[in-house]
């Protein structure tokens, strides 16, 4: 049997992990397939993978849209702060029926990255943390210095709201904020677990101001040499997994907060309409800036 | 033949029949995805990967700051001041040696630059003095080590970044093995000296050693600079090796005098081809990398360890022996790269702490400099005291004996090596 | 042959100077616009890695010319053929490997036409491209070394002694 490489950044527990474990199940069982799964990240980071699979070394990936963005910049969309109101739209958006899914598949396809986008799942809320005090408001980020990509999107928002940006690698940011460099960034909530950032920076902030949108996309070199029955087969997989990836996010994100108070985290909730507001101005802008002006009403009318 | 093994038996091959290592690297990869029937273009994606990394800049800073202090006089007067405080005691020339790779070690994250610039003074120096010239290659090399491990040290700041471990706590864990590792040498020295009977020379005098210590002084405080600009938050591991080299060249060029700005682009352009050695290496074994994740070795050595022990000293070990050897063929920092994922699962798995970890196998590592084939700083000894390299190895070898028992004597007794970090800074090691 | 390589050699070295210049300059500002402007930076460590990377492939190329990559030496230098044999065997390993930097590296910088960096949305293709500029380069050099090696062994005068850069 052939073997399918799906490469993902992450270790387990995450729900991409999750939907990778349900991707290797379904595959393995409905087509003559294996299927390997490198996490951590040890295929390299998300745009080497991408390099990779144009190559044709790896066949599937599974990771955060906007670490694709490179590639088709689109994605950058959806670092929009707030654009899903709830997980109900994040769910409607990322069916395979959506006008979002249909839309992306192909810019991907006409990105002409050797990619197919096989399905949209997400990957955890993301929940801003601190080291230096509760967070409530937005008011409270002024003049603090926090860590943000290297995307101008991300620092033209916090930046916003008053936060004196640096972009710092994520695997600098644990020394980062435990010395002081900077004592605020934004993560998902298995990130901040994981790498174990409540140790340094103990105050988190149920801001919710992303749902990660994440994505499974094939080699085209591969994809393009599969029979009829297999794209049926893996694609069906995808869409599950997707589903279950979505789920696994949100069950995880659960538990993990539940479980901050434990470990010394002091959860704050945060006065939502204030930095929902102070995200919207950015909304239409960016819609314009990458000509999603479209894309940016059809995601409110499903509000 | 399995690919693991045209891997690993073609890159030995290579590196015996001359080639150059980091094509020896590449070469053996080639090979190997030749074997695989996957496209080449990997290679050069995987080259571009490995140093497309913000942690690895602090290299071309560091190897600038050495090479600053040679040009600018500072190395001379860390030599005054050595001579001036332990010259006088019987092998006083190897304590000297030892002496100042310990302060260069304090200002440089690297043995190489410290084998390079001392030894060029201090080998022909102890030849003539009377010290067989074997030993005296064999202790400029193997003090030299000090460099990775009294902070700063490259690899440390390497090790943290991509680990996820504080860089200040690994740090504060280098002061105690390094002292103890120069304590050795120089005891070691002692002991040499009498044996052939060498005579103390020159007397001690305190007013001597108060005036070349004023002269030294100022390069003295880079490393207060730096340990305190990361343990603030001015900047993070990586920056403050950026602000090292600022500090560098306004010694040398305002307050000693001693680099002119007309020197400088020589400078700058020398460090390039000094840093792109080993980061043309880093890039190639990025490959190497690659490929052994891409085969499934690193999960299987991981298994294999912890399949023969689970015990904590058990495991330390083992992966300590294993990184011994590995470090005879690869440059400390391409070892950390490729086997990092592995070492932390495997310390996960026995409970091991980060930091202690961090250091055991940044202290194994910084061995492979001393032990051939590919020990850097043994290289360099060997080519400056004319000797070959396995009378080199056998003059070596104690030395290699004492860092060993120093390592595994932190392995058994954590407290040793972790006593600093755990008070000045408890919270890098989370909730224990 | 060696005048055209003299040219080249000069021309990488100043230029990975001020690569290395300016990328120093980057951090700094970085700590210093952090710290005393309070203001916010986003392309400074991209800006320093791509300097980075070209310096490092064009110090890699000059360090042929200049033969000072890391060999490990078994043999003892009295067995001169044996080593100029070696040697010429060492340079001639080299040839696959800067094979596939030009041709691959040349294909990645294709590829990386579509891929942008992430924020200053430059295409990484101008820095891919130091892979094959400095693949070229080495085809240049290694042409010099391989020269003077067969002369060498012809000659059977002892190899320099290859004085490392460190
Ligand atoms: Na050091
Ligand atoms: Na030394």
Known sequence: AETLRVATVVSAPHPWIDAAEMFKEEVEANTDFTVEIFPGGQLGNDATVVDEMRIGTVDVMIGGVQNIAPFVREFEFF????????????????????????????????????????????????????????????????????????????????????????????????????????????????????????????????????????????????????????????????????????????????????????????????????????????????????????????????? | MPPVLTLILSFLLFIALRVPIAFA???????????????????????????????????????????LMNDGGITDRLLKFADASVGHIRGGL???????????????????????????????????????????????????????????????????????????????????????????????????????????????????????????????????????????????????????????LLLAMVFYRTIGIFALPKILSDSVIAYSLPMFAVASAGIMGWLIAYLGIARDVAEFITSVTDTRIGLMLMVGFFLLIVGTVLSPVTAVIIFLPIIQSIANSGGIDQVHMGLIVVLTLTLGLITPPYGICLLIATQIGEISMPRAFVAVLPMIAMVIAIIAAGVVWPALFLTLPWTLMPEAFGFR | MRLLNDIVERAFMVVAGSLFAIFIACIFYQVIARNYLRISVGWTDEVALMCFVWSVFLGAAVAVRRQVHYVVDILPARFVTATNTLKLFGTLACIPVIYVLVVHGYTYTGMGWRRLSVSLGLPLAYVFAAIPVAGVAMVLFLAEVIGDDIRRLRAGTPPPPSDEVV
């Open chain 1, 79 to 303: 670092s929009l702060n707030y654009l899903f109101g709830n997980m109900d739209v994040f769910r409607a958006a990322t069916e395979p029926d959506s006008e979002i899914f249909t839309f992306y598949t192909q810019q991907v396809a006409d990105a002409d990255v050797g990619l197919k986008l096989l399905a949209l799942t997400g990957g955890g809320t993301r929940n801003l943390s601190t080291s230096s005090g509760p967070v409530t408001h937005p008011d409270d980020l002024d003049g603090v210095r926090m860590r943000v990509t290297g995307s101008s999107l991300d620092a033209r928002t916090w930046g916003a709201v008053g936060a004196v940006t640096t972009s710092l690698p994520w695997t600098e940011l644990y020394t980062g904020v435990q010395t002081g460099v900077v004592s605020a960034f934004e993560s998902t909530i298995s990130g901040y677990v994981g790498s174990r950032l409540y140790e340094v920076a103990p105050y988190h902030a149920k801001t919710e101001h992303q749902i990660m949108m994440s994505h499974i996309s094939m080699a085209t070199l591969r994809y393009d040499r599969l029979s009829d029955a297999d794209r049926t087969a893996i694609e069906t997989a995808a869409l599950n997994a997707a589903r279950h990836g979505t789920d696994m996010g949100v069950q995880y994100d659960g538990e993990l907060i539940e479980q901050l108070g434990e470990r010394g985290v002091t959860v704050t909730e945060v006065d939502k309409d204030a930095f929902i507001e102070a995200a919207a101005p950015l909304h239409e802008e960016y819609a314009e800036t990458l000509g999603l002006t479209n894309l940016l009403e059809t995601v409110r009318s499903m509000h």
């Open chain 2, 25 to 67: 690297i590449g070469l053996a990869s080639i090979v190997t995805i030749f074997q695989l029937g996957i496209p080449l273009t990997s290679v050069v994606t995987q080259m571009f990967a490995s140093i497309n990394s913000f942690p690895l800049l602090a290299v071309p800073f560091f190897l600038l700051l050495g090479r």
């Open chain 2, 94 to 248: 190897g304590h000297i040696n030892v002496m100042v790779s310990m302060m260069f070690a304090s200002l440089s994250g690297s043995g190489a630059a410290d084998t390079a610039s001392v030894g060029a003074v201090m080998i022909p120096a102890m030849k003539k003095a009377g010290y067989p010239a074997p030993f005296s290659v064999a202790l400029t090399a193997a003090s030299s080590v000090l460099g990775g491990i009294i902070p700063p040290s490259i690899l440390m700041v390497i090790y943290g970044a991509f680990g996820n471990v504080s860089v200040g706590a690994l740090f504060l864990g280098g002061i105690v093995p390094g002292l103890l590792v120069a304590a050795s040498q120089m005891g070691y020295t002692y002991y040499v000296a009498r044996k052939i009977g060498l005579r103390p020379e020159g007397s001690f005098s305190l007013c001597s050693m108060g005036r070349t210590g004023l002269v030294a002084m100022p390069p003295m405080i880079l490393p207060i600079i730096i340990l305190g600009g990361i343990t603030t938050g001015v900047f993070t591991a990586t920056e403050a090796a950026a602000i090292a080299v600022i500090i560098g």
